[in-house]
Each structure stands twice: as structure tokens, then as C-alpha cells.
DNA sequence: ACTATGTTTAACATATTCGTTAATTAACAA
DNA sequence: TTGTTAATTAACGAATATGTTAAACATAGT
């Protein structure tokens, strides 16, 4: 993968489980051991989808004893959504078009 | 990558050359040839990006004659930012927290 | 039919991703 | 010290991604 920052966070974000810990996270921060408890997976395999999170700048880590806890730090989410927001002309273009169809369509004088 | 739908349109914008691509798309639909052009690649790998891109739903292609258009489809864009939404009101805490410390900053009173 | 142009497919090399298990480090508790 | 729990790092393997060049396919023009 690039090592772009953008590059970097849609990657972080092109992996379900990475997704899912997300929203785990979103219900608050929580730990390595928590955080594997959900997944029929291993430990070290969580341990590294939250190493890419935090590569991504989605998360932070702080430890506090033993434990090391993960917390959601979403402004990466919106950086990405910014970048998005170039096409946004793209959508409503798209619901123009689909509006005017349906108004077509329900008209019965759609001329396709 | 994971075959659902948002990891694959995460994983089509996690490149910088399918990005510059749907940018370069965003000025109206291009052939191959045209979408090469301003890259150090081959025009099979583009080929190839372009293939990412439409698996993922956001180009669509169709031929006349030779040529072979890709036309920008910005629908899973929102799709993606629709999943992140979800994350909004943690966006929101962070700009309140940020609004207070400076608030607190400013007024020479922050009790940290 | 032949040739030129546009695009994809095939075959290949290399790097990265994503998982595993085993070993290691770090912090706590007796 | 010894043992237990929490987490990372090491070493490995299989699958996927990304690029290359060469060959094949598709359409157009003469």
C-alpha cells in the first residue's frame, strides 16, 4: 500500500475487522484482550489491525498497567470524508437524475 | 482484501492512482488511453485500476467503437461515507473538547 | 485482406497483507 | 524469586496486489 496519509487511512478502513473494532470502540475504549474476545482470531493478529489503526491515526493507545487500552480518534474519518466531498456535485447530480426519473415514472409519461 | 461491498470500495480508494483517477474523472468521462496518459505506468496497469474502480462500483464503461470510456459512478462514495456517519458524534466531541481547551487556554484558566 | 489503433489478457516478478504458533517482554502478585 | 496475565515480536506460509513486457483480441480505415 501507498504511504500516503489518505492511502493509509482508506487501507486502514478496507478490512471488516478493523471496521468492526472500530465500532466496538465507538462504545468506548477497551483493551487488546477485550478487543480479541469478539473474533475467532488471535491475539497477534488483533494486535496488528490496531498497530495499522493507529499507523491510520484512527486510534490511540495508552497504557495503564498491564493494559493497554485503544481509544477511537476519528478525525482521520473526517479527512477522508472531506476527499469525498469533491464528488459530492457527482451525487446530487445522481439524485437529480434519479428524482427526475421517478418523477417521470410516476407521471406514466416517462419518454424512455 | 475481503470481498464485502465497503471493503472493497475502501480498498479501490486506498491508491493514489485510482484516486487521481476519479479526480481526473470528475471532469467528464476518458478512455484508457487518455486516463494513461499522465501517468509513469503502463496502460495495462491501468487497465487494471480501472477494473479495481468498477468492481467497486465507481465507474461504470462503456465502448463506442475503439474507444472504451470510463464514466465516473460516485454512488459508493456515499455508500463509505455513510458507514463513517456513524463516527460523527465522536467528530463532534472531539471539536467540542477542542473548542473548550482553547476556550479554557484563552482565558488563562484552564485547570490543566 | 491488410494495417493501425485501442484495450485486455497472459505470464511473470516482487512486495505486502493477513493469518498462524512459539518465543519474548512488561507489569503485577504471592 | 516464581508464577500469572497482557501484549508484542519473530518466524513462517498462503493469498493478494501491483507493476512489467509480450501476445492476443476488437474495431476502424484503406
Chains 1, 2 share one sequence.
Do not use: C, N
Amino acid at each position: 500500500m501507498a504511504d500516503d496519509r489518505l492511502s493509509v487511512i482508506f487501507g486502514a478502513l478496507a478490512d471488516p475487522t478493523r471496521r468492526a473494532i472500530l465500532a466496538r470502540l465507538a462504545d468506548g475504549q477497551a483493551t487488546v484482550t477485550e478487543l480479541t474476545a469478539p473474533f475467532a482470531m488471535s491475539m497477534p493478529a488483533i494486535s496488528r489491525h490496531l498497530k495499522v489503526l493507529e499507523r491510520a491515526g484512527l486510534i490511540t493507545r495508552s497504557r495503564s498497567g498491564q493494559h493497554l487500552s485503544s481509544t477511537l480518534r476519528p478525525d482521520p474519518l473526517q479527512e477522508a470524508t472531506e476527499w469525498m466531498e469533491r464528488y459530492r456535485r457527482f451525487w446530487d447530480a445522481s439524485f437529480d437524475r434519479l428524482d427526475a426519473h421517478l418523477r417521470r415514472a410516476a407521471s406514466g409519461k416517462d419518454p424512455q
